[in-house]
Structures are given as structure tokens and as C-alpha cells.
């Protein structure tokens, strides 16, 4: 499966936007780009997922590189809620079955007050 | 509310004690799953199901087993508890498999085995 990095941790202003970075130099030209996180002491949960195209939902925006291999996540306006460690998780369209997910160590957002 | 639901949240048992943790999902998914996430090694798939009575190993399958009798429910049964089980574990659900699909979590089933 094609691999993800992502910083370790990240602070951020609240009230301030957020742009969390993600790269996966080996992404195949199948695979989504997924976004999810995961608050203290909650089970993890869906944030927002493209291929190919920018995607905007209510919680949050995706911009995906052009050569996909990069994508950032943006909180337009980070709280205090928005605290969590996020994943950035790759789903190859060849695993049709068993639809794991593959979390790596994410990146731990802090918002500061 | 559409939501995953798990129980119990904590439990406290010991070695060789069967145990069933229960979950529920109210969205007629079709595939339903089984994490566990301990300290420096993530989430790992214990089981997942595609639909009723189809299930499989995910990485983690080891002492652990499941069933899916109904649609809505995917209970995770240890046979015979060992302290390695103890772990935090998540069920999550999906509308149907495929990569273009968001998985819902449960809110977590803190397991310790003494």
C-alpha cells in the first residue's frame, strides 16, 4: 500500500485557519486521498475525502496537489474543538472488499486559546 | 441519529473469561469492522464483514472471533481473554465497501484483562 507522511504535531491560534500537509510521493492514480481524526478519548472520525479535484464539506476543505502527490487539509477556522489528532489515510480502489483502514501516527493539532 | 453504538464502554475481566462486546449500527450498512488501537502501534483490523453471514481475518485476528447474524449488529467474542487483549477497540460501519465510502466509528470499548 502506498505510504503517507505527515508532521507530527501542529499548533495552531484558535480562531485561525489551519492547513495540515500530507504526502504520498507513491499514490496511484486510483487511490482517495481520505481525511480523518480522531478527539480525546473518541473513537476516530471522517473529516472529508477526494481523488482528484479540491473538495470542500461542512467541517473542512481538501486541496490536492495537482501530481496528487500531496494534499493539505484546511480548518478554515480552527476552535477548540478542532483539537485532535488527524489522519491522513490513502484507499486503494484494489482492495475492493475489505475496506481497512490503514491509520498511520497522524498528526497531533494543537489549538491554543 | 444516525450513529455506531458499542457496548459495554469499559469492562474489566479476567484471564479466561468469556466475554462479548456488542455493536450496533442504525444506517443498514453493509460493512462493518473491528479495530484495535494500543499505545505506538495505531488502529489494526481484527475482523470486518462485507455483509450478513460474510466475514473475514483482518490483521489481528488472533484470539478473537465475530459474527453477523443481522445487518445492524457485528458482536466481537473473546473466547478466552488474555492480558495482551487489553486494548481500546472500535467497531465501524460502512454504507457499502469501496474506497468512495466514509467509515462511522463507535465510541470505543475500553478493554482490560488482568
Redesign the interface.
Known amino acids: 500500500d502506498a505510504k503517507t507522511t505527515q508532521p507530527n504535531s501542529m499548533e495552531s491560534n484558535e480562531e485561525e485557519p489551519v492547513h495540515l500537509p500530507c504526502n504520498h510521493s507513491t499514490i496511484s492514480g486510483t ?2 486521498i ?1 481525511w480523518y481524526r480522531q478527539l480525546p ?6 473529516v472529508i ?1 477526494g ?1 482528484t479535484s479540491n473538495v470542500n464539506n461542512r467541517m473542512a476543505s481538501l486541496a490536492i496537489a495537482e501530481d496528487r502527490k500531496s494534499s493539505t487539509l484546511i480548518l478554515h477556522r480552527a476552535t477548540l474543538r478542532d483539537a485532535a489528532v488527524y489522519y491522513c489515510i490513502l ?3 484494489t ?7 490503514t ?3 497522524g498528526t497531533r493539532l494543537t489549538i491554543i486559546p | 441519529e444516525a450513529q ?1 453504538t458499542q457496548n459495554p464502554r469499559y469492562l474489566i475481566t479476567v484471564t479466561g473469561k468469556k466475554l462479548t462486546v456488542t455493536c450496533s449500527q442504525n444506517m443498514n450498512h453493509e ?1 462493518m ?1 473491528w ?1 484495535r488501537q494500543d499505545p505506538g502501534l ?2 489494526r ?1 481484527i475482523y ?1 464483514s ?1 455483509n450478513v453471514e460474510v466475514t ?1 481475518k ?2 489481528v485476528p488472533e484470539g478473537y472471533k465475530v459474527s453477523r447474524k443481522e445487518k445492524r449488529n457485528f458482536p466481537l467474542i473473546l473466547e478466552s481473554p488474555s492480558p495482551n487483549q487489553t486494548s481500546l477497540y ?1 467497531c ?1 460501519s ?1 454504507l457499502s ?12 470499548t475500553r478493554l482490560t484483562v488482568t
Open positions: 487511490d482517495y481520505h478519548s473518541q473513537g476516530p472520525e471522517y475525502h481523488l484507499r486503494p480502489t482492495n475492493f472488499g475489505n475496506e481497512k483502514l491509520f498511520g501516527t | 455506531v460493512y469492522s479495530y495505531g488502529l483490523q470486518y462485507m473475514d483482518g490483521d472500535f465501524a460502512s465497501p469501496g474506497p468512495s465510502y466514509e467509515q462511522y466509528f463507535g465510541p470505543g
